[in-house]
Every structure is written in structure tokens, then in C-alpha cells.
Nanobody, 120 residues
Framework: QVQLVESGGGLVQPGGSLRLSCAAS????????MGWYRQAPGKQRELVAR???????NYANSVKGRFTISRDNAKNTVYLQMNSLKPEDTAVYYC??????????????WGQGTQVTVSL
């Protein structure tokens, strides 16, 4: 099992960019599908993006073309580059690691979350 720690959240103006990082400790990082989820106030947690062990990615329709997920297996780290941010991107963002994450959502290990606020 891995332990996950997110960083990089903060306050940004609409149209701005942020890069989230998630550092994993424990063994076997390179066999986990890694994902980013988010949860806005009053809403359910939703999958934003994920990347499997082969580097294949998929994204929520709402972030396609604006967000990019990547992983560095040598550093046990997954990133989420967020560009052209919108107020509706405001949420707590959670890192996720799941050995079977390519075929299911909402399971596995979670980080503590990092707040992203998009506002003037």
C-alpha cells in the first residue's frame, strides 16, 4: 500500500494555472494507476484524470484540453498541470492510487487533499 501527499494547491485567478504534485511513499508505485479526483462543496467526489502504468490517460470532459496528468516513476510522483482555470474548478483535489484503477473508480489509497480556489 502507498501513502500519498499532495501539494501545489492555492488561490488563482480565472484563466491562471496551477500544478499539483502527489508524492507516494511505499513500494510498487509503478504498478498503480494514479488518479486525481476533486470534490466541490455540496457535490460528490469526481474523477478528474488518471494515468495507468503504461502511461495511458483519460480525463473528465470538463477538463479535457485544459488539464494534463503525468507521472514520474523514478520520483514516485504524479502531477496535474491545470491551465485556463475556471471558477467551477474550485474544489479539494485528492490524489488516488489503485492497482486496478484502470477498470474502476473510487477505490484504493487517498491523499489528504489540497484546496484549489479559482477566484478574482
Amino acid at each position: 500500500q502507498v501513502q500519498l501527499v499532495e501539494s501545489g494547491g492555492g488561490l488563482v485567478q480565472p484563466g491562471g494555472s496551477l500544478r499539483l504534485s502527489c508524492a507516494a511513499s511505499g513500494s510498487g508505485f509503478n504498478i498503480y494507476t494514479m488518479g486525481w479526483y476533486r470534490q466541490a462543496p455540496g457535490k460528490q467526489r469526481e474523477l478528474v484524470a488518471r494515468i495507468d502504468v503504461g502511461g495511458s490517460t483519460n480525463y473528465a470532459n470538463s477538463v479535457k484540453g485544459r488539464f494534463t496528468i503525468s507521472r514520474d516513476n523514478a520520483k514516485n510522483t504524479v502531477y496535474l498541470q491545470m491551465n485556463s482555470l475556471k471558477p467551477e474548478d474550485t474544489a479539494v483535489y485528492y490524489c488516488n492510487a489503485d492497482k486496478w484503477g484502470s477498470s474502476r473508480t473510487g477505490f484504493g489509497s487517498w491523499g489528504q487533499g489540497t484546496q484549489v480556489t479559482v477566484s478574482l
